[in-house]
């Protein structure tokens, strides 16, 4: 089993009717990354059983991921290289 990831139980659900409709067995959980401690933070992690080229087809349909996941952004948002200055609101 391998498991595919999901911020929302609702997108989680969609897929798990769509596979079992094709006969996959499914088993959703919830499961904290390190540092998590507020229960709705945790991610919805979904074990598919047997996993295939079919589900990894599905996964980006319905807004999971896995780890490695080649989707997700390579490199971080660029952030600024220094402090900036407020305006002073006289100035506006």
């Known amino acids: 089993m391998s ?5 929302s139980a609702d997108d989680a659900v969609e897929l798990i009717g769509a596979l079992e409709a094709e006969g996959y067995t499914t088993t959703l ?3 904290a990354f390190a540092g998590e401690e507020d ?3 945790r991610a919805w992690v979904l074990l598919v059983e047997p996993f295939d080229d ?3 087809e599905m996964v980006d349909v319905y807004g999971g991921w ?4 080649e989707h997700l952004p390579a490199e971080p948002t660029e952030l600024p290289g ?8 006289r100035d506006l």
């Not at 498991?3 to 911020?7: G, L, M, S, V």
């Not at 896995?66 to 996941?69: A, E, N, V, W, Y």
């Open 3 to 7: 498991a595919i990831y999901f911020d």
């Open 29 to 31: 959980t919830r499961e």
């Open 39 to 41: 229960w709705d933070d």
């Open 54 to 56: 079919r589900v990894v």
């Open 66 to 69: 896995m780890p490695g996941d």
């Open 82 to 89: 220094g402090p900036q200055r407020l305006k002073n609101p």
